[in-house]
């Protein structure tokens, strides 16, 4: 979920010393877009030196003791530095022993990805020391372990990845041997060598290709071939004489020992005190205690939401917007609907023959939130229909852990790259603070999907790594089912429910839209903040810009019971604490504004996606009403953890929420 990088470059080369410390700059800025919480570098010196960031890669540049470091790697042969740009997981960056690279005992190391059993192993293996939450440091203890038992370090990460689950990309040093280690059990890192021995690596193709057309060097880079690291492979490096060795993480293959020289070297972390105060709790951590004195009004507003009349055939209440019932009671969503029609698994393979790879490149990127939609989505293109997708994820700052770890999970068991583009989550988070903050002055339910304004460049960066990964095609995993008329009815956007897709609006619609959005930025100037920008870019992105997407489930039916049955057996896919539902539990926005639409409304998305699972005769009315009755309970704990994470009062939130106008008060 990170991105890491490294230069070994030896003596012969032809790169002087300033064109090797402009490399590490540009592969450190490159590496940035794919983590910018943390950041931090090894360097092989007299010592292995070390220094970590609680900060950004761009920061951490101008940082005099990064310029030392650099300067003195560079003094040296072989020049081996290695970096890493970090986006939280296991481990908060506040605390600094839990950034990157990561050190334990005479090891260290840069990490892309989840360990997603890192709790069982810490249980399986009780006497090794734990020091950090970094799930990287569960890899050092054992490789640590198997070496002390004899295995000579290939052999010991072989078997360390036969222990992990999840994704592990690394980049490895020995304080007592002069090798240098790479390996990935899911192709997310590719390494360029120079027709010698000199190497440079990162965790995406692109990124390489970028740093070749950087200026200065251009020309002394244009003769570089760039290579995948394939799934379940590593690449060791004697620092010695620079040999290069490919091996497989699947088998206990051992290099003789005299490839593997000792010469004792201290590891030194020069970091200064680069640190963030304010504490950010992971969904899922605890306990979450519901504040004293807390009013949980719920069972009130449950009252007055049961006394609604809803559609005899489905279970849309009559808060829906734009809904009208007939002398039957059936509501004229039901009357319009017509049944989904699916191509067909044979059609899918036919639209997808085109793009196929035969050299097992990637062939088709996915785009891929963690939910269980798109997760079984690529475990039906990869087992299923044998392509070899690239996975994307846009990360705005609302994609929980849960949804990572779920995507480490895919990808690392197929063996499957995932590329993950982040946002500034800082400034992401802010942005929703001020319009969250804003609607509580007034709250209206036309501009809730406000909050979630921010994750709507996703599509601008699925069309941009596509381009970049050269796959040609972008396949979504989207369940028609899930359109949500309400959202943009409450803006008073006319329903088309011969549409397909969310983002399909008529000119109309798009003015009427627009016109209730500047209507309330008028009447509340608290709106008129430094997210509009991000706000009209996200605009832009949902509704102008080209999605010219194969849609997976537009070939094969969605079926509930199998997806979920799949992913558990097959994946270990995990679910959330605080809900009996799958469905959107990867989503740090869902329980917040699904609260405001159930209180104010006496809906929320799991009304219409029962009842148009209903309409398909996929669910019978009773089931329906049941499972509403338990989905839109409130989801407290994620609700305090959205609150913690953005920077609101959770208790003043929800009295305000409980004390706005609704709809069905009259009722």
């Not at 005479?106 to 734990?130: C, F, M, Q, S």
């Not at 997760?375 to 990360?395: A, C, E, F, Q, R």
């Not at 599509?459 to 050269?470: E, H, P, S, T, W």
Request: with cysteine; proline share 4%; aromatic share 10%.
């Amino acid at each position: 979920m990170c991105g890491i990088f490294g230069v070994i470059i030896g003596s012969k080369s032809l790169l002087t010393k300033e064109e090797i410390k402009i490399a590490v700059r540009h592969l450190f800025l490159l590496s940035e877009s794919r983590g910018k919480e943390a950041s931090g570098i090894a360097a092989l010196c007299q010592e292995i030196e070390v220094i970590k960031s609680a900060e950004a890669a761009s920061k951490l540049v101008a940082d005099p003791v990064f310029k030392m470091i650099l300067d003195k790697a560079l003094d040296d042969h072989p020049v081996c530095i290695m970096g890493h740009s970090r986006l939280v997981t296991n481990g908060g960056h506040q605390k600094h022993e839990n950034n990157q690279p990561a050190v334990a005992g005479d090891l260290v190391a840069i990490h892309n990805g989840i360990v997603t059993n890192v709790d069982e192993l810490w249980l399986k293996y009780p006497h090794l020391e734990r020091q950090t939450e970094l799930d990287t440091e569960v890899i050092l203890r054992l490789m640590r372990e198997n070496i002390s038992k004899e295995y000579d370090p290939v052999t010991s990460l072989q078997r360390v990845y036969g222990e992990i689950e999840g994704v592990a990309s690394m980049a490895l040093l020995f304080a007592d041997r002069d090798v240098a280690m790479l390996s990935t059990n899911n192709g997310s890192l590719y390494y360029a060598v120079d027709g010698g021995e000199n190497l440079i690596f990162a965790s995406e193709r692109f990124i390489l290709q970028k740093l070749f057309h950087v200026p200065q060097l251009q020309r002394k880079l244009k003769t570089w071939q760039i290579h995948p690291l394939t799934a379940g492979s590593g690449l060791l490096v004697d620092l010695t004489d620079l040999h290069h060795h490919l091996f497989s993480l699947r088998s206990e293959i051992s290099f003789k020992p005299e490839m593997l020289p000792h010469k004792p070297r201290k590891i030194l972390d020069l970091s200064s005190n680069h640190t963030n105060q304010r504490i950010e709790r992971t969904l899922g951590e605890g306990p979450y205690i519901l504040p004293v004195g807390f009013k949980d009004e719920y069972p009130e507003n449950h009252d007055a939401v049961a006394k609604l009349r809803r559609c005899t055939r489905c279970v849309l209440p009559e808060t829906m917007p734009f809904i009208d019932f007939d002398e039957e009671g059936v509501c004229n969503y039901c009357r319009t609907h017509e049944p989904l029609d699916y191509l067909g698994l044979d059609a899918l393979r036919a639209k997808l023959e085109p793009y196929r790879k035969t050299n097992h490149e990637p062939d088709c990127l996915v785009t891929f939130s963690g939910g269980r939609d798109s997760s079984y989505g690529v475990h039906i293109l990869k087992t299923v229909l044998d392509m070899h997708p690239v996975t994307y994820t846009y990360d705005w700052g609302m994609v929980t852990d849960l949804a990572r770890r779920n995507q480490m999970r895919i990808c690392g068991q197929l063996g499957i790259e995932h590329i993950l583009v982040s946002a500034n989550l800082a400034q992401k988070r802010a942005n929703i603070r001020k319009n969250v903050s804003a609607w509580l002055r007034k709250p209206d339910l036309g501009v809730v999907p406000l909050f979630m304004a921010g994750d709507k460049q996703y599509f601008y960066y699925a069309n941009k790594v596509n381009r970049q990964v050269g796959t040609h095609i972008v396949v979504v995993c989207e369940n028609r089912m899930e359109i949500t008329y309400f959202k943009g009815g409450f803006c008073g956007v006319i329903p088309n429910l011969k549409s397909k897709r969310a983002y399909s609006l008529s000119l109309a619609n798009k003015f009427r839209l627009a016109r209730h959005y500047s209507m309330q930025y008028i009447n509340n100037p608290a709106y008129l903040n430094s997210s509009l920008l991000d706000t009209l870019g996200a605009y832009l992105s949902y509704y102008f810009i080209p999605h010219n997407y194969l849609n997976i489930y537009d070939y094969i039916p969605w079926n509930e019971k199998e997806i979920i049955d799949v992913l558990k057996s097959e994946y270990r896919w995990e679910t959330a604490p605080d809900t009996q539902s799958t469905w959107r539990i990867g989503d740090g926005t869902a329980a917040f504004y699904n609260y405001i639409y159930y209180t104010l409304a006496g809906l929320t998305e799991n009304d219409t996606f029962r009842s148009y699972l209903i309409r398909e005769g996929l669910l019978t009315r009773d089931e329906a009403l049941r499972l509403v009755e338990q989905d839109n309970q409130p989801r407290y704990q994620s609700i305090q953890w959205y609150c913690d994470i953005i920077g609101i009062d959770f208790e003043y939130a929800i009295k305000v929420i409980n004390a706005a106008p609704k709809l069905y008060q009259d009722q």
